[in-house]
């Protein structure tokens, strides 16, 4: 079964502080997709990135920055001179590849207080 | 034009009633979902269906009754609610074998029970 670990559930920093955010999956796949998703507080799920599980580059996108390591399962997330509307619930989430049985799982979350 | 679209966006009801949350798609997908997001945020898939058709039946409880009139439909009934029930339920699509290019979220329901 997979599984999405996010140890830290809730991070404050400073503004302008760089800060990352752990993520850890599980699957027996060898075929799978993991995503990103912000919900600030007025709730809706924000798309950031997906990765498919071939491809280990890292991204940048302005501040934003993702850093996958299939060898520790890991797909961390950096956010660089933080910003107070940053401040938001970040989730981690996983997909198999499993035809017609998709869904994505997600991890816990954790909640980035960014203070002016 | 709103990708995927859910009413109402607030829902306050006592317990014991039944209420039906409805969601919409325009993007040509062929699968939806019902998550649920409870008072700690976390996020758990309900339902899924693939052309009209039951996928996904996460162990919800049969009070809780996907229906999918069509593919860019698909509406949750609830009967008899219950307290626990209050939370915010999601519904999301996204187009099978092709994982890739992500899911598409609507705004969310945000259901609470007196």
């Known amino acids: 079964a997979q599984k999405v670990t996010q140890a830290q559930t809730e991070i404050s920093v400073v503004e302008k502080e760089d800060v990352t955010l752990d993520c850890v999956y599980e699957?027996?796949?060898?075929?799978?997709?993991l995503f990103w998703y912000k919900q600030p507080p007025s709730g809706e799920l924000v798309f950031l990135i997906r990765?498919?599980?071939?491809?280990?580059q890292n991204e940048i996108s302005g501040r934003y920055s993702w850093n996958f390591q299939k060898s520790t399962s890991s797909f961390n997330f950096t956010i660089t001179a933080s910003q107070v509307v940053d401040s938001a619930v970040y989730f981690c989430?996983?997909?198999?590849?499993?035809?017609?049985?998709?869904?994505?799982?997600f991890g816990t979350g954790t909640r980035l207080t960014i203070i002016p | 034009d709103t990708a995927v679209s859910q009413t109402p966006k607030y829902l306050v009801t006592q317990m014991g009633n039944d209420k039906s949350i409805k969601c919409e798609q325009n993007?040509?997908?062929?699968?939806m979902y019902w998550y649920k997001q409870d008072s700690k945020k976390f996020l758990k898939i309900m339902f899924s269906?693939?052309?009209?058709?039951?996928?996904i039946n996460e162990t919800v409880p049969n009070r809780f009754s996907p229906k999918s009139p069509d593919k860019a439909h698909l509406n949750l009934h609830i009967n008899s609610l219950e307290l626990g029930d209050s939370a915010v339920y999601f519904c999301?699509?996204?187009?099978?074998?092709?994982?890739?290019?992500?899911?598409?979220f609507g705004s969310g329901t945000r259901l609470t029970v007196v």
């Open positions: 699957t027996r796949d060898t075929t799978y997709y």
């Open positions: 990765r498919n599980s071939f491809d280990e």
């Open positions: 989430a996983l997909s198999e590849r499993s035809f017609g049985n998709e869904k994505l799982t």
């Open positions: 269906y693939n052309n009209k058709e039951l996928i």
């Open positions: 999301a699509s996204s187009q099978v074998g092709q994982s890739y290019y992500g899911y598409t």
């Open positions: 993007l040509g997908h062929d699968t």
